[in-house]
């Protein structure tokens, strides 16, 4: 769970995603650099509302987190929010549940409270629905 969450930081695997498409398909590029900038756009937003909230993550003494993260923040989850913009994105059903399996992770891994995935899933669609 450790390896498949670290897919999510900073939204590389959608980059990587999106990069690849557009070498594979040159026909929707258009479609994965709107999807790259998408994510991009999300994560800076998501910045934002983490330095505006500085909600402390999760620390439960029995339960201590399974991973080192970069930021003591956890409101909205940045995984969540670049999956969703992602999964809002990019072609193709299978998209959506790595998406959403990517925002969970970070609950199993216990750097995020359940509000701060959903909130940061709905912070993901809203960019990609708003975006031009």
């Not at 994965?32 to 994560?43: E, K, N």
């Not at 993550?57 to 999956?83: F, K």
């Not at 072609?91 to 959506?96: H, I, L, Q």
């Not at 669609?125 to 708003?130: G, H, I, K, N, Q």
Request: charged share 15%.
């Amino acid at each position: 769970m450790r390896r498949f969450s670290q897919l999510g930081e900073h939204g590389i695997l959608w980059y990587s995603v999106s990069a690849v498409g557009a070498a594979v398909s040159p026909r929707d590029r258009g479609t994965y650099g709107r999807a790259a900038a998408l994510v991009f756009g999300s994560f800076l937003v998501n910045q934002a509302v983490k330095f505006i909230v500085r909600r402390p993550r999760p620390d439960l003494p029995d339960l201590p987190p399974l991973v080192h993260t970069m930021s003591g923040r956890s409101y909205p989850s940045a995984h969540a929010t670049t999956s969703a913009a992602a999964a809002m994105a990019l072609p193709g059903a299978p998209v959506w549940g790595v998406a959403v399996a990517l925002a969970l992770s970070r609950l199993y891994l216990g750097v995020h409270y359940p509000s701060d995935t959903v909130a940061g899933f709905a912070l993901g669609v809203a960019v990609a629905e708003l975006a031009p």
